[in-house]
């Protein structure tokens, strides 16, 4: 159960990255997204997170190494906002239960996230042994971040539906193409991973998806819609994706955006998709 100190938390940002760059192992990094070809440390992201009035945070994995995880978990023994890492883990090793006991014992590391929207296999998240792999986050409460491009949501049903115990969450909607306008199969498609309770929704990461340069809040509102109207308010939740955000969008521009949209919406929804969902979520 989440602890007191959660359950009167405001506001969590459930999704954003601090790295030491490294050109090698930030290859993913072009050349186009120079802004981030820096630097991003916990000091740097707290500065942001106390400007915007929120208490704590998740942070996530973009390298694929336990290097990275030591790194976050050392950021997080530091910096007591940091309330839960998304780590790596080889889910299709013959050490994993190893590997997932050693984790078990470090409170902060709520879950794991696969870079699965980089893979040439597509459907990789199906192949037996990484299924195998997300058979055994259960025993250790760990949650799994899916994180996807649009045109691997088709395979997700079948993913989370072998799984109905463990909690999943759709990192950045599926980053549907906004700046092309894409909408009609993706939200065909979400509409369906939505039909599954175990499976939450993070908005987060629409602005590096939409026209970097000239885009509008209007142009992510009806991706908004479609999110809202599919997971419901218990089952969303709020991540700047700073500092990749930045290529597009300062922190303040993403929090103002998805701030508005749901300012129609009531305190106690408002409070679940910008706190409590998240202290749910990753048991915080």
Known sequence: MPNKDAETMLRIDAHHHIWKYDPVRAAWITDEMAAIKKDFLPEDFHVELLKNNFDGSIVVQTDQSEIENEFLLSAAAGYDFIRGIVAWVDLQAKNLDDRLVFYSKFEKIKGFRHVLQSEADRALMLKPSFMNGIAQLGRFGF????????????????????????????????????????????????????????????????????????????????????????????????????????????????????????SKFSQSEQELIFGRNAIQFYNL
């Open 143 to 262: 949650t799994y971040d899916i994180l996807i491009l649009a045109d691997q949501l088709k395979f997700i049903p079948e993913f989370v539906a072998a799984f109905p115990d463990q909690k999943f969450v759709i990192d950045h909607i599926a980053k549907p193409s906004i700046r092309d306008t894409e909408i009609a199969d993706w939200t065909n498609h979400i509409k369906e991973v939505a039909k599954y309770e175990n499976v939450f929704c993070k908005i987060s990461g629409m602005v590096t998806e939409a026209d970097w340069s000239n885009w509008r809040k209007e142009d992510l509102f009806p991706y908004i819609d479609v999110v809202a109207e599919s997971f419901g308010t218990s089952r969303i939740m709020f991540g700047s994706d700073w500092p990749v955000c930045l290529v597009a969008a300062s922190y303040e521009q993403v929090w103002n955006v998805v701030r508005e949209y749901f």
